[in-house]
Structures are given as C-alpha cells and as structure tokens.
C-alpha cells in the first residue's frame, strides 16, 4: 500500500508532490503515518497535535489545538446520536461481491452489550483474540465485547488463518477459540452484527444440516417469507402476509436491534421488504417457534431442473470416514445447465477415492444430488476469500478445469 501511493503521488504530481489524487479512492484527503518517514504527501502526528511540538508537516497546523482539545472533543461528543452511522464492514461472504455494510452506534452497541453479558465477561476477562478485526466476528466476539467489559483483550500470534471457514450448515464441528466458554450452534452475519440466533442441540431428525434455532436475540423479529430470491430482489412485492407456514420452507428475514441500517450505495428496496426486515439469503424451515437452517439461497444447484442444496450433500459427505472437508458447488453443464461438484480433503491413510465416495452417497441421496465430479484435493489448494470463508466462485472455477 505504500508503494501504490507514492506511485499515485508521482503521477499526479511528480515525485515531490504534496498532494495525493487517485481515482481509485477519490475522497482520499490526507495519509498519517506513526513515525519517521521522508514522504511528501505525509503527515505525522504532530498534524495531529497528538504530541507535543511544532507541526512541520506541509506548513499545516495541528488538526486539534492544545488549547480547545478538551473543549471541541466534549462538543463533538455531545453531536453524537445513537442512530448515527459509525462503521461500514466490507463482507464477501463466499462471493467475490463485496458489499458495504453500514451499521450505526445503536445498532453496534446493542448487540455489544448484550453478548458481553451473555458470555459473562467483566473486568477480569483475559480474551485472546483469535479472529482478525477486519471481520464482524473478531469484532464482536473480542474486541469490542471485552473492551465493553473493561477487560484485557490479547492480541498475539497470527489471527489471519483461524478456523477453516466453517459456518453454521457444516456438519463438520470447528475449534472453539474459548476453552472456558461453551461453543452453541448459532446463525449470524455482518448484517446483523454478528450471531442472533443460538440453537440448544447440536444436531435433530432429518433436519441435521445444523441445530434447530430456537432462542433469538432479544429485541429482534425474525420471519420466514415466500416469494425472495434470497435478498437481491423483492424489496416492495415482498409483505408480512408472506409468511410461510408450519413446515414450510422460506427465506428468513430479520428486523430490529442490531440489524444493519443499509448497504453502502445499495438501493434499499433489493435488501430489504416493505415492512423493514433484511432478507438475509438464508433458507430456513418453520418448525412451530423454532427455525431450521436448510442452506444458502444464493448457493442453490440447479442441474436438470432440480434443485440441489449444497449443504445437504457436505453434510453427507463429510459424514463418511475419512473426509475431513467438504466444500460443494456448481460447474458449468452443457447437458444438465449446472453439474454437482465436490471438493473433498481426505484424511491421507484412508484410501479414499471418488468412485468409493460416490458408491458410498448413492444409498444415502437421490441420484441428481450425487457429485457427478469428485475432487480430492489438499486443504491449502481450496481458495479463501481474506475472512477466511471458502471461495466458491473460485473453487467452482478451479473444480472446472480439473474436470475438464
């Protein structure tokens, strides 16, 4: 990142410029670096007034004089509103998409507060931070909830390859970074700041992609509703009589406490319905008061016109000795439109083929849902998007040329 500025700077006002103007990042003003550096287009922190000492940088004053510091930080201060925009968190999920998603002190604060006293921490608290701060999880699940609690939060070793992606609809059980703490089965997103809903078993009946969600954060209305295709459209034409029913299969929508106030430059009506709930992309099925997660809307396989839930064959695959991972996705098919595709890491001493994997999965799914191309691959050939979620559009990409 340094060097792309000072290359900006040099095109936009030779090597000596003072200014830095990229058309990539048109709203970029000023670059403030924490020590010694020969950069023109610089300042350091005496800009600030941070510390003590004449401001030399670019002949500008500090930013907050020594005198009114106190002052205009009380007045700023009193300018802040709960419902004010504070952070926007780029999330890809398993897309190559990013988007902006806004949320305001109101909305960040509360779910803060709340999972502070769900997972008990105080003053006391020692939490090491295992996920990056660049992902709500790492956010909320240490950062921001221990400094809520005035507790310590440890940042030590390497946060970026924690995890191997997991969300809840694996049936594989991932790591939990909180040996004093209890791991529950949970949905969530950045969208609503974090997990919303926590389920109290691991795993029911027929409906085993994930535990039945069964206790919601409070102060948060969740719906499943018909008629979505998973959060990208909708908006007006979806209404609250669009309920499903009992036993019935929707996208859930969520509105309330904690849910983000819009997507950066994103029309309102394409993310959420006439009533305000957030279509979140995710399925679910109505089980009375409680939920079952059934997959990813936008992760659907249509192969020969049949629908394919991705999640539903990893959990069978990853059932099945021997297969650590399982990571499924669509290809191109000139025959069927899409063709079921499986990227599976194997335990090495197992022996495992994908002739053994697809006799195995015949007597356990329909036979439009067997993976027609089985890849064994290594954990680290499986592209990751930077929170470390598996890349589909890439996996689905690479599958197809193995296949090829």
């Known amino acids: 990142a340094f060097v792309a500025l000072g290359e900006a700077a040099q095109r936009t006002g030779g090597s000596g410029s003072k200014r830095i103007v ?38 500008a004053g500090p930013l907050v004089d020594s005198e009114l ?35 305001t002190h109101r ?70 970074p909180y040996p004093n703490l209890t791991l529950a089965p949970a949905l969530g997103m950045t969208e609503t700041f974090g997990m919303y ?64 106030n819009r997507l950066h430059k994103v029309d309102r009506t394409t ?24 997959g990813r809307l936008g992760d659907m396989i249509k192969t020969s016109g049949a629908n394919v839930s991705p999640a539903e064959v990893e959990r069978e695959l990853q059932a099945f000795g021997g297969v650590l991972r399982a990571h499924v996705v669509a290809i191109p098919d000139p025959q069927r439109d899409q063709r079921v595709a499986a990227a599976i890491v194997a335990d090495p001493v197992a022996g495992l ?6 006799d195995w999965l015949k007597d356990r799914l329909s036979p439009y849902k067997v993976p027609r191309t089985i890849v064994i691959i290594d954990a680290d050939e499986i592209p990751m998007t930077p929170t470390m979620k598996v890349n589909k559009p890439a996996l689905s990409s690479l599958l197809a040329t193995m296949a090829a």
């Open 353 to 358: 083929t994908a002739d053994s994997i697809r």
């Open 271 to 294: 993310c959420f319905d006439a009533d305000g709930y957030y279509l979140t992309g995710d399925e679910g099925l109505r089980d009375g008061q409680r939920i079952h997660f059934t």
């Open 22 to 59: 990229i058309a990539e990042a048109p709203f970029l003003r000023w670059i403030l670096i924490d020590g010694d550096h020969d950069q023109p287009w610089a300042h350091g922190p005496a800009w600030l007034g941070i510390v003590d000492g004449p401001a030399t940088d670019q002949g």
């Open 69 to 103: 510091g106190e002052q205009l930080l009380t007045a700023a201060e009193a300018e802040v509103h709960p419902d004010d925009e504070t952070i926007i968190i780029y999330t890809s999920g398993q897309s190559a998409d990013p988007k902006g998603v806004v949320h």
């Open 107 to 176: 909305s960040m604060l509360t779910k803060v507060h709340y999972l502070r006293e769900m997972l008990g921490f105080d003053r006391s608290t020692r939490i090491e931070a295992k996920l990056p701060f660049f992902w709500v999880g790492g956010l909320v699940m240490s950062l921001f909830t221990g400094m809520d609690a005035g507790g310590v939060v440890i940042c030590e070793g390497d946060r970026t390859r924690y995890g191997i992606g997991q969300v809840i609809g694996s049936a594989a059980v991932q790591a939990n």
């Open 197 to 260: 809903s926590w389920g109290t078993q691991w795993r029911v009946g027929e409906f085993d992609i994930a535990a039945p969600l069964d206790h919601f954060q409070p102060g948060l209305d969740v719906k499943l509703v018909r008629g979505s295709i998973g959060g990208s459209a909708g908006g007006p034409g979806v209404q609250s009589d669009n309920e499903v029913g009992d036993g019935e299969r929707g996208e859930i929508a969520v509105r309330g406490a904690s849910v983000t």
